[in-house]
């Protein structure tokens, strides 16, 4: 079941997704959250860094696992997504960074971390809210559209959109790393609550397709139509392919 919130605009989607993600570690203090990069999750982490600061939020027992992770670059490198995590949340909150956890993309062996993580995972008892952006193109995590769903944490090879995307954070795109370590759709379908938040226009056909359209690997955001428990915070601009009519908040 998939409830969608419309938001005003990305400072209110950011808003409500914390409160959501606030809601989970108080819930449950010791809950293990799946996490995510990209221009999109910003906002929320800067509420989530506020709610600490006002003494409303307590990481000390939060278990993270990130989504996915770039091949080659190590996590002192200011475009990993491991420098990322510290950058806007874990190095503002208490949380013990030896329970944060990204995919090392500089491993030697690139399969056996993907091996390494998936077991993790498991090992922490699974993904309690996996949080998630959606590319213009679909792809959750770094899972691109295929030919078939991906099951587990693999290397993914990242389609000509995506490093065109995510050149804008890059001197050049030319430095974009054209591989990913990415946690599979299978992975992500099995956490237990599954949030996605979008913003904009270049989001609108990703979001109408995904969850208006075909369950179908070209679209890999559309797999969540068969997960039980997801919520969709998008703002008016990337809900604007989508008919909610005058309603704020629909399940589809
Ligand atoms: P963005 O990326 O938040 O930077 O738009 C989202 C994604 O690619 O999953």
């Known amino acids: 079941m998939i409830r969608i919130y419309k938001a005003k605009d990305y400072e209110a989607m950011s808003h409500m997704a914390a409160d959501f993600i606030a809601s989970q570690i108080i819930l449950k203090p010791n809950c293990v959250l799946g996490l995510a990069t990209g221009t999109t999750p910003i906002g ?12 409303r939020l307590d ?3 939060v278990h993270t696992v990130n ?16 420098y990322f995590m510290n950058t806007y949340l874990f190095d503002h909150v208490n ?7 990204v995919e090392d993309g500089t491993a030697k062996s690139l399969k056996k971390e993907c091996q390494r993580y998936e077991k993790l995972i498991r090992s922490l008892g699974g993904v309690d809210l996996q949080l998630l952006g959606i590319g213009n193109n679909g792809h959750i995590g770094f899972c691109e559209p295929a030919d078939a769903f991906s099951r587990v944490t693999h290397i993914e090879n990242l389609t000509e959109s995506t490093i065109q995307a995510n050149s804008r954070l ?5 430095q974009v790393p054209t591989r990913a370590l990415t946690m599979g759709v299978g992975t992500i379908m099995r ?3 599954i949030l996605l938040i979008a913003s904009g226009s270049a989001k609108q056909d990703a979001i109408r397709d995904s969850f208006f359209g075909d369950i179908t690997p070209r679209v890999p955001a559309s797999a969540l139509q068969l997960h039980q428990d997801v919520t969709v915070i998008a703002d008016e601009e990337a809900l604007a392919k989508c008919d909610m009519g005058d309603d704020d908040v629909i399940v589809v």
């Open 44 to 55: 929320t982490y800067n509420w989530l860094r506020k709610k600490y600061e006002d003494g």
């Open 59 to 61: 990481f000390s027992e």
């Open 67 to 82: 989504l996915d992770e770039y091949v080659g670059l190590a996590g002192d490198d200011p475009n990993s997504y491991r």
């Open 95 to 101: 949380i013990d960074k030896f329970s944060t956890h």
């Open 170 to 174: 890059f001197e050049d795109i030319s």
């Open 191 to 193: 956490a237990r609550r």
